[in-house]
């Protein structure tokens, strides 16, 4: 079983459009998680810290459940500048200090 | 967050040679580290790199071919050695500033082996 797995998309949505993305992780031990927005040909950047109950940054959602290890980030009215791959990141607890886990990723494409 | 800048941005190289990538920040953290985005893959943790100590590397990243240094606190360097086409990738540094496992990217360098 991979360690982060993230649904596989592409998504293609249009403007206005509310998009859920899901992951789950392995090790229920890990105890921080994140999503990353990556742009092509970019670095990572960190879009938002994901905590147990859960916490809203503008259109932006996270959601974090503990007992099915599982991710989830809602961005609603979608906008063009949104279009980006979107990383679930763990942390692995009990490996290396400052270990983080990356998903492959989740693309998304938001269209006019 | 930090400012963070690595050098050089991307590089065609030979195999056989190896290229030494910088990353530099614009102030002092206690965390650094090394990643490698391989096309299409995300990103693997190579090493994290320590200030006045050898590195720690990953399972199935090795000092010699991927020598590390750390001289200060704002600083570091990964060498990729005895480059060969499977070592073209996106190499990337992170620092982690404040929040345990908060991390964040300098812009990459693009190495291509040929």
């Known amino acids: 079983r991979k360690e982060v797995e993230q649904d596989p998309g592409p998504f293609n949505v249009p403007e206005g459009a509310t998009v859920a993305f899901n992951c789950t992780y392995s090790?229920?031990?890990?105890?921080?998680f994140f999503w990353y927005r990556q742009d092509c040909r970019k670095e990572p950047k960190l879009l938002m810290s994901v905590y147990s109950s859960g916490n809203e940054d503008g259109r932006f959602t996270a959601q974090l459940n503990r007992a099915s290890q599982y991710i989830s980030l809602l961005i609603r009215d979608s906008k063009l500048s949104d279009s980006a791959t979107y990383l679930c990141v763990v942390d692995s607890y009990g490996g290396s200090q400052g270990n983080l886990i990356f998903g492959k990723g989740t693309k998304l494409s938001v269209k006019p | 967050s930090a400012v963070i800048s690595q050098k050089p941005s991307r590089d065609i190289c030979q195999r056989g040679t190896s290229l030494t990538i910088q990353c530099q920040v614009d102030s002092q953290v206690t965390m650094m580290f090394w990643y490698r985005q391989q096309p299409g893959q995300s990103l693997t943790l190579i090493a994290t790199?320590?200030?006045?100590?050898?590195?720690?590397?990953e399972s199935g990243f090795v000092i010699d071919k991927f020598p590390i240094s750390r001289p200060n606190l704002t600083f570091s360097t990964l060498t990729v050695s005895n480059m060969s086409p499977e070592d073209s990738s996106i190499y990337l540094c992170s620092v982690e500033i404040a929040i345990p496992h908060e991390q964040y990217f300098g812009p990459g360098t693009r190495l291509t082996v040929t």
């Open positions: 090790n229920s031990a890990s105890q921080s």
């Open positions: 790199a320590n200030q006045g100590s050898e590195a720690t590397y």
